[in-house]
């Protein structure tokens, strides 16, 4: 069984672009929401849990990105050690 798909390094770029602007995005709506005062505390706990929420999605999305540049630097690196 073959597990392997072709995708271009082009591809892969876009795809890294999305995942760091999404961590970006959601780490500057938490941001956002910590300035949120309320009276409630039943509004004040979910404000909270959203924040949590957002931060570990944009810590997810950061280590996706991660991981896509050590793909599309592994190639340029293995490259460079043949010639």
């Given amino acids: 069984?073959?597990?392997?798909i072709a995708v271009s390094a082009d591809h892969?770029?876009?795809?890294?672009?999305?995942?760091?602007?999404?961590?970006?995005?959601?780490?500057?709506?938490?941001?956002?929401?910590?300035?949120?005062?309320?009276d409630c505390a039943v509004s004040g706990g979910v404000i909270q849990a959203v924040i949590i929420a957002l931060s570990g999605n944009a810590a997810i999305s950061e280590d996706i990105a991660?991981?896509?540049?050590?793909?599309?630097?592994?190639?340029?690196?293995?490259?460079a050690d043949h010639e």
């Fill in 1 to 4: 069984m073959n597990n392997q």
């Fill in 12 to 38: 892969l770029e876009v795809i890294n672009e999305q995942m760091v602007l999404l961590s970006l995005d959601t780490s500057h709506l938490a941001l956002a929401l910590q300035e949120v005062q309320v």
């Fill in 66 to 79: 991660d991981q896509l540049d050590g793909m599309l630097s592994a190639p340029q690196t293995e490259a």
